[in-house]
């Protein structure tokens, strides 16, 4: 069976932080059988083709190198709101159908898979068309948050029922799309992202300062904020901790005037590739996710596998990744002071991680592989 994944968000080298859960995903189903290819923009200094871990990897180009600027860099919508990249939208989307039409022919996929139903989802309907091979839509959250907006609403109803399959990578976010687009249930289904235990866990650090890491792109929704308030609250109510925030993005000016005055308790370092930000994981007693809003939370996941407990909100995906008292500590999002007793209760014990059983590699890949064959036979 023959795939060709669609996105917009894809690891540019073996090492990058961008999307690597992607780069996961296709490993994953490769081992179980499965031929796979990826479309994806291209950006400044990358090939347009070349074989990434074993996948076949191709790369659209839709500008000159130092305009291609939407994709990379924070969310494509966010880089689009400024005049270049308003501009430069159109163009990027026809040649992004474009080329999947001409790849699609070359390549024959047996299915097509396109991750966020925008753009991806958009431009990978007319190439579904053109070698009448059935569309999975894999929903990742950033875009269900978005159908808030009456207009957007309508355009992904009239994407997604085209779609043969709409995919989301939690239980929570099935319910959000099975409400909000009126999506029947049996058509929306739950592939998780592949996620493995770690053979060895690493000791965690003891004694003080408790060392604490949370990383993200440094956006609103993330709640980097709030983590940083009840960071100043817990030390000044004689708490030793000590916290390496990791990520780059449209709140790090507003971010870092927040922990100025922390000093030396808060380190800002910007996106690192994955085995840099697992480096500090190992170096750390917890993982904070304090976000507004969480389609998954894969990084509670990956720092669960670590071994590292995971304080985090009580939004979205991050539910059904940890086990409230057994994997960490669950808050209500935005409240800072139940944010503070929790990071007063660290050090935490070891998380047992029953959420990493639904996310195997092997487990995840043979979803995938049921759901495509289902579709061929239908």
Do not use: N
């Amino acid at each position: 069976m023959r795939i060709l994944h669609l996105t917009t968000s894809f690891p540019r080298t073996a090492g990058d932080h961008v999307a690597p859960f992607l780069l996961d995903l296709a490993r994953a189903q490769q081992a179980v059988g499965l031929e796979v290819a990826v479309l994806a923009p291209h950006d400044a200094g990358t090939p347009r083709s070349e074989d990434l871990h074993g996948v076949g990897v191709h790369r659209f180009r839709y500008a000159p190198d130092r305009w291609e600027r939407l994709s990379y860099r924070g969310g494509l919508l966010g880089r689009s709101r400024t005049a270049g990249g308003l501009l430069l939208l159109p163009v990027f989307f026809a040649a992004f159908t474009l080329a999947a039409v001409r790849l699609s022919r070359r390549y024959r996929p047996d299915v097509l898979h396109a991750h966020w139903w925008l753009p991806a989802g958009i431009c990978a309907l007319l190439a579904s068309r053109v070698v009448r091979a059935p569309l999975v839509i894999t929903l990742h959250g950033t875009d269900v948050h978005l159908l808030r907006h009456r207009l957007v609403r309508a355009v992904a109803k009239a994407v997604l029922r085209r779609a043969a399959l709409v995919a989301v990578v939690s239980d929570d976010l099935q319910r959000l799309v099975v409400h909000a687009l009126g999506v029947p249930e049996e058509r929306v289904v739950v592939l998780r992202m592949p996620v493995s235990r770690v053979a060895e866990v690493a000791p965690a650090p003891v004694g003080t300062p408790v060392r604490l890491v949370a990383a993200g792109r440094l956006s609103v929704e993330k709640g980097f904020d709030v983590l940083l308030e009840a960071l100043a609250l817990a030390t000044e109510q004689g708490a030793d901790l000590q916290l390496d925030l990791i990520g780059s993005g449209p709140e790090h000016e507003r971010l870092a005037a927040l922990a100025a005055p922390l000093e030396d308790r808060v380190r800002m370092i910007p996106a690192q590739p994955r085995e840099v930000l697992w480096q500090h994981m190992d170096a750390a007693q917890a993982l904070v996710v304090p976000s507004r809003r969480e389609g998954l939370g894969l990084v509670a996941l990956e720092a669960i596998a670590r071994g590292r407990p995971v304080i985090a909100s009580r939004a979205g995906g991050l539910v059904e990744v940890v086990l409230d008292g057994v994997d960490g500590v669950l808050v209500p999002p935005e409240d800072v002071e139940a944010l503070v007793q929790a990071l007063h209760a660290l050090p935490l014990h070891e998380p047992k991680g029953a959420a990493l059983d639904r996310h195997a590699p092997e487990d995840v890949a043979h979803a995938h592989r049921d759901a495509y064959a289902r579709l061929l036979r239908r």
